[in-house]
């Protein structure tokens, strides 16, 4: 059974139209990441959470942005993408800071017209 | 078949010869390190991990080994299948929240 689940699979956006990505947990964990990940790179990591605490990376551009409702559910927002932002974007979570493994979500294929 | 460090990113194996797949890790202060394996429109897999103190952890079919003195860190997969062509990372953590991943290395099985 899938315990992070990302939805839509793929995501076929129009250059500056806004576009949302979400991701859900079933592991009640307490930390939450968004990664964006370009054709054979590693994945690079945009912002995380832990619990309600936002945590933004230095050279994450403006254009992205997050919320965190509630413990199960995290949402990225696009809100002018370019083509430079096609990627896949995966989602991962961790139970708790310190040395535990995250785990992924199988992402979301972000294409821009 | 054995790749060198992370200039090396495509790793060719015959099938059912061992592979050794090699990692150079950053940071010194870095105390626990993961093995993910992603295969193609798919997210990382956690395969194996290992904390600094530590210099060998065993899985079923994988060894990590950790070398903090020259910081390197290889997965070893023993008798490769061809379920096992993917593209693996290791990452490194430090601090309490984030990790950082290596280039990866795309491991290629010959039948």
């Known amino acids: 059974d899938a315990m992070v689940i990302q939805n839509p699979r793929y995501q076929v956006t129009q250059f500056g139209k806004p576009v949302t990505l979400s991701c859900s947990q079933t592991?009640?964990?307490?930390?939450m990441y968004w990664y964006q990940q370009k054709s054979s790179q590693a994945p690079k990591l945009l912002f995380h959470?832990?619990?309600?605490?936002?945590?933004n990376e230095a050279d994450t551009p403006d254009n992205f942005q997050s919320r965190r409702p509630n413990t199960s559910f995290c949402f990225l927002d696009i809100r002018s993408p370019g083509l430079g932002d096609a990627a896949m974007y995966l989602c991962?979570?961790?139970?708790?800071?310190?040395?535990?493994?995250?785990?992924f979500g199988d992402g979301t294929r972000l294409s821009i017209l | 078949g054995e790749s060198v460090g992370l200039h090396l990113p495509t790793l060719s194996v015959q099938e059912g010869d061992n592979s050794i797949i090699n990692c150079a890790y950053s940071n010194s202060a870095s105390d626990y390190f993961i093995w993910y394996k992603q295969e193609s429109g798919k997210g990382p897999q956690f395969i194996i991990d290992?904390?600094?103190?530590?210099d060998k952890r065993q899985g079923q079919r994988v060894t990590v080994l950790l070398n903090k003195t020259v910081k390197h860190l290889s997965l070893q997969i023993a008798a490769t299948q061809p379920g096992d062509s993917a593209v693996y990372f290791c990452?490194?953590?430090?601090?309490?929240?984030?990790?950082?991943f290596g280039t990866g290395t795309r491991l290629t099985i010959i039948p």
């Open positions: 990452a490194e953590n430090f601090g309490n929240e984030k990790l950082t």
């Open positions: 290992i904390r600094s103190n530590m």
């Open positions: 959470y832990y619990d309600k605490d936002f945590n």
């Open positions: 592991l009640n964990h307490n930390v």
């Open positions: 991962a979570t961790r139970l708790e800071r310190g040395r535990q493994p995250q785990h």
